[in-house]
């Protein structure tokens, strides 16, 4: 089952010239589905571009 979500991006890291890392949380302070090491998540901007991304932190922390 997919899940939509409306997060906020709240910090970004440039990591290299070509990897950036962007934090996203959720805009009121709720906690993020569960997720398991290899774990991806599409993204939609507000031009309608869609972007896969792998998740990087620590399952546990489940506030970003």
């Given at each position: 089952v997919r899940e939509t979500l409306?997060?906020?991006?709240?910090?970004?890291?440039?990591?290299?010239?070509?990897?950036s890392r962007f934090e996203l949380v959720d805009p009121e302070?709720?906690?993020?589905?569960?997720?398991?090491a290899g774990a991806h998540v599409d993204v939609f901007t507000n031009t309608g571009?869609?972007?896969?991304?792998s998740l990087t932190n620590d399952?546990?922390?489940r506030h970003r």
């Open positions: 409306t997060l906020t991006v709240s910090s970004v890291t440039r990591l290299t010239d070509t990897i302070g709720g906690e993020l589905a569960p997720f398991t571009r869609r972007r896969s991304y399952p546990d922390e």
